[in-house]
């Protein structure tokens, strides 16, 4: 589903992501962690071409990422993305938020996008908050919000970077069951956090970034408890 080969990109001097071969089949769940600077919103944001990369393919589902113009607006909307900061629109109401994409971008009739707004924001469990303004909800119903309106796009893929970092500690738990539910649905998920409960519960695989490389590409018992390298043991020990 997501298919990167011979990836490079540099930021000026900084060789932010070296070399990265990386097959995501249909499905799959993979956690990313690292230490800070290593890469890993880099690597999230190449994959739907929010940066561009110097060198190496992207392919989503076969096909590859064009650099630009209509054709990568049309691959991106594939891809659902959901940051540590929410950024729902102050200005428009829950409901808003969930329909807007899918009639701007999608050219989907309102009554329709209306009734499939709905369903999402009942699947992340948060649908009689419909008519209320972000504002008005706590960081972890905004940011089951935020992960409604990027699933409304029907991506084939949902990155997430670092969704509950952002989020005080009692709500860490209800964003996450939603990401353990459509994990259970079936969803390819590239998902960046440190949350090691969520990585053993929904994780197929665990990257260890480091210095814009993969270091380590394993499973989710095998990282937690016996990682290789001494960069790892470092990590972990500071994240545990
Ligand atoms: P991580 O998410 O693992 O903390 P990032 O991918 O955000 O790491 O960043 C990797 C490195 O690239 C860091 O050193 C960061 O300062 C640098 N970087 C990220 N974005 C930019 C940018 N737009 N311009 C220049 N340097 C950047
Ligand atoms: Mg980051």
Redesign the pocket.
């Known amino acids: 589903m997501i298919s990167m080969r011979t990836v490079d990109k540099h930021?000026?001097a900084?060789h932010?992501l070296q070399d990265i071969n990386l097959e995501v089949p249909k499905g799959q769940v993979v956690i990313v962690v690292?230490p800070?600077?290593?890469?890993?919103?880099?690597?999230c944001r190449t994959i739907n071409r929010l940066e561009t990369i110097d060198s190496g393919t992207i392919a989503i589902d076969g096909v590859q990422l064009p650099a630009e113009g209509r054709a990568l607006a049309r691959l991106r909307a594939d891809v659902g993305m959901v940051f540590q900061s929410f950024n729902l629109f102050a200005h428009k109401t829950i409901l808003e938020n969930v329909m807007l994409a899918p009639v701007k971008v999608r050219g989907i009739d309102k009554t329709k996008a209306r009734a499939r707004a709905m369903e999402l924001l009942e699947r992340v469990g948060i649908a009689n908050q419909a008519d209320k303004y972000p504002a008005q909800l706590s960081g972890g119903q905004q940011q089951r919000v935020a992960i409604a309106r990027a699933l409304a796009m029907s991506p084939k893929v949902m990155l997430f970077d670092e969704p509950t970092s952002a989020l005080d500690p009692e709500m860490v738990s209800e964003v996450l069951e939603v990401m353990v539910q459509l994990a259970k649905d079936g969803m390819t998920m590239v998902v960046?956090t440190h949350e090691m409960g969520f990585a053993r519960k929904a994780g197929n695989r665990v990257l260890f970034?480091d210095e814009g490389r993969i270091a380590e590409d394993t499973d989710p018992d095998t990282f937690f408890t016996a990682p290789k390298s001494e960069r790892a043991k470092d990590f972990l020990g500071k994240i545990l």
């Open positions: 930021f000026g900084l932010v690292g800070s600077g290593s890469g890993k919103s880099t690597l960046v970034m």
